[in-house]
């Protein structure tokens, strides 16, 4: 069983950074592929960004560029570096991980959730 645990979120500015965190136990964290899914207000929840556990990284289309998923296997860690942040980007943000299927962007395919960290942004 793995067990995920998000930090990073708060209130920023638009234009403005944050950096998310998620720490993970139990289950062989070198097998797991990663992921970053978020849920807007009143919105489904979507794809943000993901990282095999061969370090493959692949991203949402509205990302533009502004968000990087990185992991540090070492520490099992699970990172999401986002700038140029928009009013767009606010929601809850969930870590997720799986052992099975490579590349997913269907949250059906993830077996491990964390519960969650807000991220308003608003001047």
């Known amino acids: 069983q793995v067990q995920l645990v998000e930090s990073g979120g708060g209130l920023v500015r638009p234009g403005g950074s944050l950096r998310l965190s998620c720490a993970a136990s139990g289950g062989t964290f070198t097998d797991l592929n990663l992921a970053w899914f978020r849920q807007p207000p009143g919105k489904e929840r979507q794809f943000v960004a993901g990282?095999?556990?061969?370090?493959?990284?692949y991203y949402g289309d509205f990302m533009k560029g502004r968000f990087t998923i990185s992991r540090d296997n070492a520490k099992k860690m699970l990172y999401l570096q986002m700038n140029s942040l928009e009013t767009e980007d606010t929601g809850v943000y969930y870590c997720?991980?799986?052992?099975?299927?490579?590349?997913?962007?269907?949250?059906?395919?993830?077996?491990?959730w964390g519960q969650g960290t807000q991220i308003t942004v608003s001047s």
């Open positions: 990282i095999t556990w061969r370090d493959s990284t």
């Open positions: 997720a991980a799986h052992a099975t299927t490579g590349r997913s962007r269907t949250t059906a395919d993830y077996a491990y």
